[in-house]
Every structure is written in C-alpha cells, then in structure tokens.
T-cell receptor, first 110, second 115 residues
Framework: GQQLNQSPQSMFIQEGEDVSMNCTSS?????WLWYKQDPGEGPVLLIA?????ELTSNGRLTAQFGITRKDSFLNISASIPSDVGIYFC??????????FGKGTKLSVIP | ETGVTQTPRHLVMGMTNKKSLKCEQH?????MYWYKQSAKKPLELMFV???????ENNSVPSRFSPECPNSSHLFLHLHTLQPEDSALYLC??????????????FGPGTRLTVT
C-alpha cells in the first residue's frame, strides 16, 4: 500500500507562535487532506487539496499541495490554546483508498 | 457535530461476547467506512461500502462482520474478539464520486476494550 511520512511527530510551541508540519509520500497523490483530532473525538476535516501547487486557507490554517504531488504542508499562524490536538494528513494515489499519516501532536504553552 | 453519529461511545466486552457498533450519517452521502485507530499507528481502513455494497475488505478477520442496510446506516458486529482488538473504531462517510468522495467525515468513534 501507499505510505505517508508525517513530521514532526510532536511539537511544543508558545501561544502566538506559527506552526508548520508536513507529509511526504513515496507515490504521486491526487488528493491531500488535513484533519484535526481532539481527545476522545473523531478526526475533523480542516482542508482538502486537489491540484498540485494549490494553496488553501481556513482561518489561521493554510495548507499547500506540493508541486511534485508527493508532499503537503500545513501551517497554523498565531497559535492559540484550542489548537492543541493531533493533526493528520491523508492522501490518495490513483484508485487507492485514502492513506493516513501517523499524526503530529501539537501542544500549545499559554 | 460532523453529521456522523456513533453508538455506543464506550464498550467493554469479554472475549466470548457478541456486540454491535452502530453508525448513522445525516449528510446524504453514499459511501461509508469503518476504520480502526490504535495508539501510535496510522488509521487502518477496515471496510468500505458504496451504495450499500461492500467494495473493500482490508483483510479484516472474520470476527468483525459489517452490515450496511442502507446508505445512512452502518453496523460492525463483533464476536469472539481478542484483547489486541481494543482500539477506537471510527465510522466515516463521503460522497461516492471523486473528488468530493475523498472528503471523509468522521463520527466520534467507539472506544472498545476487550477483556
């Protein structure tokens, strides 16, 4: 199956700082998605990307579909305490089902 | 509230019990999914249904038996589980056609503990 490498695995940041995380794949992907999961809940879709080079924002979140179609980035600007959680990337190559990364656990220090 | 509900939220069962997990989506989607989420592992796709037909079974042991009576409801029947089956079981739904079919919306999950 497809494999995704998501980094970093975890990060601690000060409130107000910007955050960046990324995913890379061994295959060319047609779709990249970013999800956030709070403790005890299911993942919530944040941003969906469908074209190489596409840059999409959702409030303070911005994600990009890498030009090589093998990577994607998620940036969070001016972090706040409620940004705490686990962020997952997911992607689809060809006719395969979605593949998920292992997640980036974000902690925000007030 | 994502429009996908799951019951129960927590379940503790013995290895000889039989139980069922229920998922319902209110989004008008035609595809539904079961995932298993274990600590420090990526989400593992178990089953996919599209217009009530099972289109994918990801080599899941037969002690897990899915049922999809219509496009809004999905069940996962459990019997003679093992302790390693303890995990968060997530249901998701999506439109059936690409590219919107890639946007999966998840329920809150059922935390299953097998004793």
């Amino acid at each position: 199956g497809q494999q995704l490498n998501q980094s970093p695995q975890s990060m601690f940041i000060q409130e107000g700082e910007d955050v960046s995380m990324n995913c890379t794949s061994s295959s060319i992907f047609n779709t990249w998605l970013w999800y956030k999961q709070d403790p005890g809940e299911g993942p919530v879709l944040l941003i969906a990307l469908y074209k190489a080079g596409e840059l999409t924002s959702n409030g303070r979140l911005t994600a990009q579909f890498g030009i090589t179609r093998k990577d994607s980035f998620l940036n969070i600007s001016a972090s706040i305490p409620s940004d705490v959680g686990i962020y997952f990337c997911a992607g689809r190559a060809g006719s395969y089902q979605l593949t998920f990364g292992k997640g980036t656990k974000l902690s925000v220090i007030p | 509230e994502t429009g996908v509900t799951q019951t129960p939220r927590h379940l503790v069962m013995g290895m000889t019990n039989k139980k069922s997990l229920k998922c319902e989506q209110h989004l008008g989607h035609n595809a539904m999914y079961w995932y298993k989420q274990s600590a420090k592992k990526p989400l593992e796709l178990m089953f996919v249904y599209n217009f009530k037909e099972q289109t994918e079974n990801n080599s899941v042991p037969s002690r897990f038996s899915p049922e999809c009576p219509n496009s809004s409801h999905l069940f996962l029947h459990l019997h003679t589980l093992q302790p390693e089956d303890s995990a968060l079981y997530l249901c998701a739904s999506s439109q059936s056609q690409a590219p919107l079919g890639d946007e999966q919306y998840f329920g809150p999950g059922t935390r299953l503990t097998v004793t």
